[in-house]
T-cell receptor, first 114, second 113 residues
Framework: NAGVTQTPKFQVLKTGQSMTLQCAQDMNHNSMYWYRQDPGMGLRLIYYSASEGTTDKGEVPNGYNVSRLNKREFSLRLESAAPSQTSVYFC?????????????FGNGTRLTVT | AQSVTQLDSQVPVFEEAPVELRCNYS??????LFWYVQYPNQGLQLLLKYLSGSTLVKGINGFEAEFNKSQTSFHLRKPSVHISDTAEYFC???????????WGAGTKLIIKP
């Protein structure tokens, strides 16, 4: 049982380049999330998808776009990378959108933008 | 707006000693409370949660936490730590009208041999 799988694990981009972070879950969860983690700041929500076919902005959506491709997959796209987007990105999923539903996380993508 | 404060960014403790990691939140409504653990180079995983009922919650790996509504706290404790507990620990809160979690900044638990 793989849980939440993220690719790639590491990526280095130059300013202005684009890339897509992939995420897939095999737990039949309805809700999926993208977070970024920066030292001393905890996790900040970028975008989420409460259910298949819907996406909504989180706390820090600027510079990112998402696609909920199907129930399993939720991708995050950086159209024009900036150094401020250097971070560790985590995808997560939960059974439901509700605040009492625990999150299951992938192992993260470490992105460096030079 | 809700906020979560983890009072210590790092907690060094000797192996087999007890530890308490502190978490305070600001909210006047009913909340759900979580502790997650992040081992080096991994994602976060749920350690324990408080949804309702008994204020003392037991989690994995011998950890427990106590919900104190009057002090708006949810401190994490373990009576005897092991080297394998070396990790970063995150407290998170959501109120029962909002699906989003508010995260603390994390506390690194450093186990000294």
């Amino acid at each position: 049982n793989a849980g939440v799988t993220q690719t790639p694990k590491f990526q280095v981009l130059k300013t202005g380049q684009s890339m897509t972070l992939q995420c897939a879950q095999d737990m039949n969860h309805n809700s999926m999330y993208w977070y970024r983690q920066d030292p001393g700041m905890g996790l900040r929500l970028i975008y989420y998808s409460a259910s298949e076919g819907t996406t909504d902005k989180g706390e820090v959506p600027n510079g990112y776009n998402v696609s909920r491709l199907n129930k399993r997959e939720f991708s995050l796209r950086l159209e024009s990378a900036a150094p401020s987007q250097t971070s560790v990105y985590f995808c997560a999923s939960s059974e439901e959108k509700g605040g009492n539903s625990p999150l299951h996380f992938g192992n993260g993508t470490r992105l460096t933008v030079t | 707006a809700q906020s979560v404060t983890q009072l210590d960014s790092q907690v060094p403790v000797f192996e087999e000693a007890p530890v308490e990691l502190r978490c305070n939140y600001s909210s006047s409504v009913s909340v759900y409370l979580f502790w997650y653990v992040q081992y080096p180079n991994q994602g976060l995983q749920l350690l324990l949660k408080y949804l309702s009922g008994s204020t003392l919650v037991k989690g994995i790996n011998g950890f427990e936490a106590e919900f104190n509504k009057s002090q708006t706290s949810f401190h994490l404790r373990k009576p005897s730590v092991h080297i394998s507990d070396t990790a970063e620990y995150f407290c998170a809160v959501s109120d029962n009208s909002n699906y989003q979690l508010i995260w603390g900044a994390g506390t690194k638990l450093i186990i000294k041999p």
